[in-house]
């Protein structure tokens, strides 16, 4: 090598090149650090590696944990020994009353337990596809297929990236702490079509649309599940097919069958029933001394007396804020996240549900079904509000069937259950609607 050309005597020799030692050999394992890149894909990896292996053994445990339920379900069905008189006697007496009035043409006519909507004659109509079934064993039988249908849409919704399968989880597990009251009321049909409305309007409005339309006519809160559609071309093709499937549906029923609107007759003498909020408010003021007493009347317990009809009109003016309110939340709402038409249609249902006049306990279905949907969605911010509904619907079958004596009669028992399942109910609205609001707002956490 030339050495450069010194400029003064101070500056140094270069220091000659020397090879590079050869590396001395190590009792330990040197560890080599990943780079980056490498280290996030192989983070993206183990993570995905844990999902699937999670969605895979999650699917047949779910479906495991449906057929056993489902199998209990069932026996309690055959062997109805709890609370008052049998619990299948709404299939066996009123439905199968209503089929055989249906099947002359005509929907029930100045009977005032009729309060459904024309679409309800169809899914009523329904056990006639298995005819050899007796009327309870065909509505038992397509009342687990719905539940089915439910199930299977809950579980391959929790499937794909950024999903949960907590939802079927929910549902799976959640269903029979009603104990057996699902399978003998029609509630579970109008539910499945309210679930897979939601479940497809994102992608497909227009299908999700035409299924709450159907829902609507069968049950109308299902119509509510289009309350959280983000504006624009999704919410105008929902909305529009909504009411076209609704309308469809109903002049099918009008050009066959006779009277098909006559359900709107029974409507607007309706009480309150026991186990609404109202109706614990009755049942307290019972307790210190209220005169009023309980009758059946449109299907129904209700409560007679003074001042019933003031807090009929309490639940009725709630009802009407609680809808402008949803107004309002659509109208100051700036983002929607995938999760947002879930979070506002399980909002909306548990606000008609806490004011309404009448809580039975299959109400329970319509909302467990909801919050499954909820939680499919990994950004939801209706987790707390779907745990709140598990003991919700426990004090629920604590109050029918298994303590309905108790309540019908007002004892310190029976209002301490209903006081305790309203009083979740109500938190459960609420708190529904502080995250829904916040979770909407402009530049709210987690939102797009």
């Not at 500056?11 to 000659?16: F, L």
């Not at 249906?102 to 005819?131: M, R």
């Not at 794909?160 to 959640?174: E, N, R, T």
């Not at 003016?317 to 399980?346: I, N």
């Amino acid at each position: 090598m030339t050495n450069p050309p010194t400029g003064t005597a101070d500056t140094p020799e270069p220091t000659p090149a020397r090879a590079p030692a050869p590396p001395r050999a190590s009792s330990r394992t040197e560890e080599i650090p990943i780079a980056p890149p490498v280290q996030g894909a192989l983070l993206t990896w183990s993570t995905w590696s844990i999902w699937t292996s999670w969605a895979t053994w999650s699917t047949p445990a779910v479906w495991t944990l449906w057929a056993v339920t489902r199998l209990a379900m069932l026996h309690l069905v055959l062997h109805d020994t709890l609370g008052v008189g049998a619990v299948g006697r709404e299939v066996y007496g009123v439905y199968r009353r209503w089929y055989e009035q249906l099947k002359l043409g005509s929907f029930p006519v100045d009977d005032a337990t009729w309060q459904y909507p024309p679409g309800a004659g169809a899914v009523l109509l329904s056990p006639a596809l298995l005819p050899w079934l007796t009327y309870f064993q065909a509505f038992i039988a397509l009342a687990l297929l719905s539940d089915a249908v439910i199930t299977f849409a809950l579980v391959r919704a929790g499937r794909p990236a950024g999903s949960s399968a907590a939802g079927a989880w929910l549902w799976a597990g959640g269903l029979p702490l009603l104990l057996h009251t699902p399978l003998v009321r029609y509630d579970v049909q109008a539910t499945a079509l309210a679930v897979l409305a939601l479940l497809a309007v994102r992608r497909h409005p227009r299908t999700g649309g035409a299924l709450a339309g159907l829902g609507a006519m069968v049950k109308v809160w299902p119509a509510l599940t289009l309350l959280g559609t983000p504006r624009g071309r999704t919410t105008r093709a929902a909305w529009t097919s909504a009411a076209a499937g609704a309308l469809v549906l109903l002049g099918v029923l009008a050009l066959n069958f006779g009277h098909p609107l006559d359900f709107l007759r029974q409507q607007g003498g309706r009480g309150i029933q026991i186990e609404s909020l109202g109706g614990t408010a009755l049942s307290l003021a019972r307790l210190a001394g209220w005169s009023g007493r309980v009758e059946y009347r449109y299907g129904a317990f209700e409560f007679t007396g003074p001042h019933v009809t003031a807090v009929s009109l309490a639940a009725l003016l709630l009802t009407a804020s609680a809808f402008c309110w949803l107004l309002l939340w659509r109208v100051r709402a700036r983002h929607w996240t995938a999760a947002t038409p879930f979070d506002a249609a399980l909002t909306a249902v548990l606000l008609f549900t806490v004011t309404s006049r009448v809580i039975s306990p299959q109400y329970l279905i319509w909302l467990l079904g909801l919050a499954a949907v909820c939680l499919t969605c990994r950004g939801t911010t209706q987790r707390p509000v779907a745990l709140l509904l598990l003991p919700a619907t426990v004090l629920s079958a604590l109050g029918y069937p298994v303590l309905y004596l108790d309540v019908m009669a007002v004892t310190p028992l029976g209002c301490v259950v209903m006081a305790l399942r309203n009083g979740l109910l109500l938190a459960a609205a609420l708190l529904a609607c502080r995250r829904l609001w916040t979770g909407t707002r402009w530049g709210a956490p987690g939102s797009s």
